[in-house]
């Protein structure tokens, strides 16, 4: 098992995640994070520390494109390990669907 995070972080970006990771296997993209799903430890702190709930086990239905996406990504973009603010707009983001295809970027982050 490891943690994935889905589109529900996309335009919000909260990074409390971040911060709390003991293994630093997030990865910061545009406008959301992912998580290495190989660099996972499975521990879980991070789960609880989403204000958006974007972060789900992968052995939750349905989560195989999540799962996919992070490997891909986390390959791509830098990683981070020290949280910033979270973009000024992010609370008017936190509850829109469909942020995937309305939002997502491929575009890297700047990382740490």
Avoid at 91 to 102: C, R
Wanted: proline share 8%; aromatic share 10%; with cysteine.
């Amino acid at each position: 098992m490891t943690y994935v995070v889905t589109d529900a972080c996309i335009k919000c970006k909260y990074m409390d995640c971040v911060e709390v990771c003991p293994v630093d296997c997030f990865y910061e993209g545009d406008n959301m994070l992912v998580i290495n799903p190989s660099e996972c430890i499975d521990c879980g702190v991070c789960e609880p520390e989403c204000p958006a709930e974007a972060i789900l086990p992968d052995t939750e239905n349905g989560l195989e494109k999540w799962l996919e996406l992070n490997t891909t990504f986390s390959a791509q973009w830098p990683n981070i390990t020290r949280s910033r603010a979270a973009p000024a707009d992010a609370d008017e983001f936190k509850s829109v669907e469909g942020k995937f295809e309305k939002f997502f970027s491929p575009e890297p982050g700047q990382g740490d």
